[in-house]
């Protein structure tokens, strides 16, 4: 099924997770682990499975093994993302096509974060020229990503949604945020998006906290605000792993209610490949 087909087809909101290709995987074993901790969140019917991908191509041969399997062994949508920085065009060709050989129907179209070498390939400077190029020339379904608190390099956040709105204008479907965690941030970035004639879905990304040191972590890399009360609450308890834990489920889950009860199209869990906390927040909130 294509973008548009799986987020209007459904009444119900659409499930979908973001998984990686693993690190350091040479004997596969975590890739297994990996098939492992899908199987297990299968039972929550999810309609799509996203794989990340390298900016510059460093893991393109995972990433495609993984969707081919998605597709055969899960029998669910996969959506590679495929960022075009330092990537010419040639490369960009190839890539599409080998996607589409293996009648892959979707796909995330992003940047990626400037190489910190500087070594970038000017073919595609930004991810509405990237977008605009896959709708020229493959048939693929595009999704892209949105900010809810401005991308980390935008010079303001009216710019970056105009921007967004470009992206939109040249095709993208769907819009998958980037995490956050307090609601209020993606409600007024969807009121927002309305109002600049973006009717696309906005679909929330999910994060299920559980590790205190990576979420201070990935909150400082992409720039998004952690609520006073979870930063106090996770402060407190930063020596009990299974607390932290227990509490990053539950806190999730409360942000997923009060986005159902918001009635969006869907929720996206960055599961980083472990199907537990994803899991019970699903048990908690379908
Ligand atoms: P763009 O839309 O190009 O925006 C980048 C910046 O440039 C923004 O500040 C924007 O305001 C500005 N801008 C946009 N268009 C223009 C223009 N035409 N002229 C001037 N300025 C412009 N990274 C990976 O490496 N691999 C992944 O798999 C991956 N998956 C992601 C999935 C999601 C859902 C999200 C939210 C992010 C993901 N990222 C991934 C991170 C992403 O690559 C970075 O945030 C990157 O810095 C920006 O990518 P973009 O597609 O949003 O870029």
Redesign the pocket.
């Known amino acids: 099924m294509n973008l548009k087909e799986i987020y209007t087809a459904k009444k119900e909101p659409v499930i979908s997770y ?1 998984v ?1 290709p693993p690190k350091d995987d040479t004997d596969g074993e975590k890739l297994e682990t990996l098939f492992e901790e899908l199987n297990k969140l299968l039972c929550y019917k999810p309609s799509l499975i ?1 794989v ?4 510059g191509g460093s893991n393109r041969n995972e990433s495609v093994e993984i969707i081919r399997r998605i597709k055969k062994e899960l029998n669910v949508t996969p959506m590679p ?3 075009c920085v330092s990537t010419s065009t040639k490369n960009i060709s190839e890539y599409l096509k080998t996607i589409e050989s293996f009648d892959v129907k979707n796909i ?7 190489p910190k070498d500087g070594n970038v390939c000017h073919d595609f ?5 990237l977008v605009d190029y896959i709708k020229a020339n493959t048939n693929l379904s595009v999704a ?4 809810p608190e401005g ?5 303001s956040f009216e ?2 949604l105009n ?2 709105k ?2 939109v204008e040249k095709g993208a479907e769907v819009i ?3 995490m956050f965690f307090n609601n209020e941030h993606y409600f007024s970035f969807v009121e927002k998006c309305a109002k600049l004639g973006i009717t696309q879905p906005v679909i929330p ?1 999910i994060l299920p906290v559980s590790n205190y040191k990576q979420l201070f972590k990935m909150a400082d890399m ?1 720039r998004v605000e952690i609520p006073a009360k979870l930063k106090e609450t996770l402060e407190r308890h930063k020596d009990d792993s299974d607390y932290t834990k227990k509490y990053g489920i539950e806190y999730a889950s409360h942000q997923c209610s009060e986005l159902l009860q918001n009635k969006v199209r869907g929720l ?1 869990f960055y599961t980083l490949n472990k199907s537990y906390a994803v899991g019970q927040i699903l048990k908690n909130i379908l």
């Open positions: 973001e990686f996203s990340t991908y390298g900016a993302h495929f960022t995330l179209a992003l940047r990626g974060d400037l400077k930004h991810a509405d020229e892209v990503a949105g900010y991308h980390k390099e935008c010079e710019k970056d921007y967004l470009q992206k998958f945020s980037q990304g992409c996206h």
